[in-house]
């Protein structure tokens, strides 16, 4: 059973940073595209940033752009995300997942498409807030 494990969260204020980070005991990340999901209270969960297994391609949605940095160690099994500037409409539960990607959904590849991943992590509340 894989398991992923988000942590980072926390409380911070407007205009703060935060780093979120996404690990897997007992599972390599290593082959797996990584995206970085988002549920504000109240609504659905969206896709908020997403790297490929080689970390040469990444995505980013429009609202976190210039902001919000993924990276991935392959070496310590870590993806990150590195929140900057975060504004109150940050605030939401942060899930990371894995998925094949597109060597194996090809042109059907959507990097914000939450049911083309399929392992997820517990989430980690980050919350936005003078």
């Known amino acids: 059973q894989v398991q992923l494990v988000e942590s980072g969260g926390g409380l911070v204020q407007p205009g703060g940073s935060l780093r979120l980070s996404c690990t897997a005991s007992a599972f390599n990340l290593d082959y797996y595209t990584i995206g970085w999901f988002g549920q504000p209270p109240g609504k659905e969960r969206e896709g908020v940033s997403c790297?490929?297994?080689?970390?040469?391609?990444?995505y980013y949605t429009d609202s976190v752009k210039g902001r919000f940095t993924i990276s991935r160690d392959h070496a310590k099994n870590t993806v990150y995300l590195q929140m900057d500037n975060l504004k109150l409409e940050d605030t939401a539960v942060y899930y990371c997942a894995t998925s094949a990607g597109s060597l194996k959904y090809g042109k059907s590849w959507s990097p914000f498409s939450s049911t083309l991943y399929d392992f997820w992590g517990q989430g980690t509340q980050v919350t936005v807030s003078s």
């Open positions: 790297i490929n297994s080689r970390g040469d391609n990444t």
